[in-house]
């Protein structure tokens, strides 16, 4: 792994290893600064928190957040819940899909975007509702949809 | 003197476009010379009318809304800094009919105050209840919070005072305070809004339970989808630090009581409270055998207070009030007040704080307005995902744990979801069943299992292949979940599945009499 990649991780590691139940915050940590939890970063932090690799492993693969490799540029996130499905999250989720030319877990080939089901954002009376790099936005009807994505990436 | 100027930092106001409101009132206010203060408040609750900027006059404060960036301009022009008239103009807030008839216990000051800001916190009745609990003994304050008829708001509802008195009598070197903020129901936002409104009273909530069991650390396990609320939290909690309210000495009073924010990392399943625990241990959301209760044996094998955002909400003013100013509101064994969430495919959706005992249908039609497609409305879902879906012939039970139970639907953390007549309701339960088996953490047959078979035995009858017997099956699936599975995701993911069934057996290209026959 790259040089400054490895004192990232070691960094990161340092600030969590003594934390009570420390393991979530720190793959956080990693992930919020490399945008991904590296899969060598594994035995590093399995030793540093007297772990073995197969529970740092569990861990990781266990919630939807972490991820092992790099996302696109962009994450759109779709909520798929039963809120923003009962006004068009389907329409809305079909209009990414094709304006994207990607199933929801792809990445487009150019790597700018990476599409992702999320179970509620907590908008559920401003549906449908995608969340773009992190940023909420609200009433995502599918026809708002290539506008978005052109003010976010540049696309049609 | 600088005109007070209010534009929410609430997330669905930010998902509206609010901070671009905000933008446009500062560059707007520069360009005219007028002094500005802009306050970024919590959410009123009135949805459709967000983004809400109100204005502070000298008769009041005067909403405008739903306000964009591009109506600035001409607000500004009609004398917004003057609560001027204008289409937009909605008047004071708490005339509206939607808020007037409200009664905001827990939400009290949400949407009013600054939702960081100690002073404005204390203005509006803030610390009155910490203040009170430190003059009382351990066994006092839980003895208040037994006698209010608080139950956990986070959908259990099970009675906060007997799981106190638990932890209290539990000897231990060191216990916590765990709040779940791990809001996964479709349909809920109450926690969301507290945490970025008025994040302060569940600071001070915890803080009333570290005092009433001998806890002295507490933890807020927020989901990884509330970023908002997870910058408000943690402004709050520096501002609480730097006033002596968090720290090593309690207001002076030489308690102890830290907080900590730990996030989560998508999953629906830490939501149950053992899975919670396992999470904020560092480990796989994996659900626990019960007993031991995490009142005994919680995090990190100590006795833990675990109550849900709105059930510590609740706290403070069940101690500035008394427990039975409090218990005065609701009906049967439902006491005190339930923040609802009208959500879904509803023209005024938003929060309304009610009694319990308000029923369905007054939700939905005086507050909500009907549908927001105008089209009737064909069934509503409460509770989450795990809720049942109710059809219009039971819009008249009142809100109340038990009412609802005897129907075999739930209050859970109040949340209503809306669906009108185009809603296909066999898609809405493979759906159910879909969404069990992404979430589910695997330790039990049932779930893991059953879900995956759940959704191919969906696909079965909407593909209209041997229709009647895959309904038997897919009951007896539903029941061999209900009654095996080892927590709530599992034993109620055929809720939905079966009231879809039960009330909608056409959407599943079943006769209905066929139906009522085998029943």
Partial sequence: MPEDLNVLIDAAIDRHKSVPGGLLPLLHDIQDRVGYVPETAVPAIAAALNLSRAEVHGVISFYHHFRSNPAGRHVVQVCRAEACQSVGAEDTLESLREALGIDLHQTTKDGAFTLEPIYCLGNCACGPSVMIDGELRGRVAAGAVSALLSEVGGRP | ?519
């Fill in chain 2, 1 to 519: 003197m600088s005109v007070r100027i209010f534009v929410p930092r609430d997330a669905s106001a930010r998902s509206l476009g609010a901070d671009r409101v905000a933008a446009a009132i500062q560059a707007e206010a520069r360009a005219r010379a007028i002094d500005v203060e802009i306050v970024r408040n919590g959410s009123r609750g009135l949805m459709w009318l967000e983004p809400l900027v109100e204005v502070v006059t000298s008769a009041g404060r005067v909403a405008y809304g739903p306000v964009t960036a591009a109506d600035v301009p001409a607000l500004f022009d009609a004398g917004l800094p003057a609560g001027g008239p204008h289409p937009l103009r909605v008047g004071d807030i708490e005339d509206h009919p939607y808020f007037a008839k409200q009664e905001r216990l827990c939400f009290a000051r949400v949407g009013i105050t600054d939702p960081v800001s100690v002073a404005d916190y204390e203005a509006h009745g803030g610390l009155r209840g910490l203040r009170r609990a430190l003059e009382m003994g351990s066994a006092d304050i839980v003895a208040a919070i037994a006698g209010s008829g608080l139950r956990g708001r986070g959908g259990a509802a099970f009675p906060t005072g007997i799981k106190w008195k638990t932890v209290l009598d539990t000897p231990s070197t060191q216990k916590y305070v765990v709040c779940n903020a791990d809001e996964g129901d479709s349909g809920t936002f109450s926690d969301r809004m507290i945490m970025e409104g008025d994040p302060l009273v569940l600071v001070e909530g915890m803080l009333i339970a570290g005092l009433a069991t001998g806890a002295t650390q507490g933890y807020i396990y927020l989901r990884s989808e509330y970023p908002d609320a997870e910058r408000a939290l943690l402004e709050a909690i520096a501002a609480a630090r730097k006033h002596g309210i968090l720290g090593d000495d309690v207001l002076g009073s030489g308690r102890r009581f830290e907080l900590e924010v730990r996030r989560g990392a998508g999953a629906y399943i830490c939501g149950e409270e053992t899975s919670l625990l396992e999470s904020l241990e560092g480990k796989r959301g994996v659900v626990r055998f019960k007993p031991p209760v995490p009142a005994v044996s919680g995090l990190f094998g100590r006795p833990t207070v675990l109550n849900n955002v709105i059930t510590f909400a609740s706290v403070p003013i069940i101690l500035d009030r008394g427990a039975d100013f409090y218990r005065d509101y609701g009906m049967g064994r439902s006491r005190g007040t339930l923040p609802i969430q009208l959500t879904g495919n509803i023209r005024h959706g938003g929060l309304v704080e009610k009694a319990f005992g308000v029923t369905l249908r007054e939700l939905l039609h005086d507050y909500g307005g009907g549908s927001a497609s105008g089209r009737p409305i064909k069934a509503v879902q409460v509770g989450g995902p795990l809720g049942a879906y109710v059809p219009e012939s039971q819009f008249d039970l009142p809100f109340d744990y038990e009412a609802f139970a005897a129907v075999g639907a739930m209050v859970g953390h109040g949340g209503i979801v809306v669906f009108d007549d185009t809603a296909n309701m066999a898609r809405l339960a493979r759906y159910a069943m879909e969404f069990c088996a992404i979430e589910s953490c695997g330790k039990c047959t049932p779930c893991r299992i059953g879900s995956t078979r759940g959704v191919e035995v969906m696909d079965r009858i909407i593909a209209g292949t041997d229709r009647a017997g895959q309904a038997d099956l897919l009951r007896e699936l539903c029941d061999t979940m209900l009654h095996g599975s080892l927590c709530a995701l599992g034993g109620m993911t055929p809720f939905p599945v079966q009231s879809a069934l039960k009330h909608f057996p056409e959407d599943f290209g079943l006769p209905r009499s066929a139906l009522a026959a085998a029943a």
